[in-house]
């Protein structure tokens, strides 16, 4: 993702499958907000983005991109 100040971000979760739109948020590090299919809850996937261990390097997105992407996921947060 490329915001309008130009800091670039990824999200690493996005539930296809349990979404037909979601919010895309930005507060330390990009996430989204969608309304689960599934349960019918608003599920944020804030939490599964920090638990990545994603850190704002410049511009860009970095990390120590070993980080289980799936770590901290709850519910029917999505997993990937």
């Known amino acids: 993702l490329t915001f309008d100040d130009g800091t670039q971000g990824k999200l ?9 739109e979601a919010t895309i948020l930005y507060s330390s590090l990009p996430y989204i907000e ?6 019918g809850n608003i599920v944020s996937t804030e939490p599964q983005e920090l638990a990545v ?28």
């Open 12 to 20: 690493h979760a996005f539930p296809f499958d349990n979404t037909q």
């Open 34 to 39: 969608f309304l689960s299919l599934n349960s």
């Open 53 to 80: 261990g994603w850190s704002n390097a410049g511009s860009d997105w970095g990390g120590d991109g070993g980080a289980d992407p799936n770590a901290g996921c709850i519910g029917d947060a999505p997993t990937n």
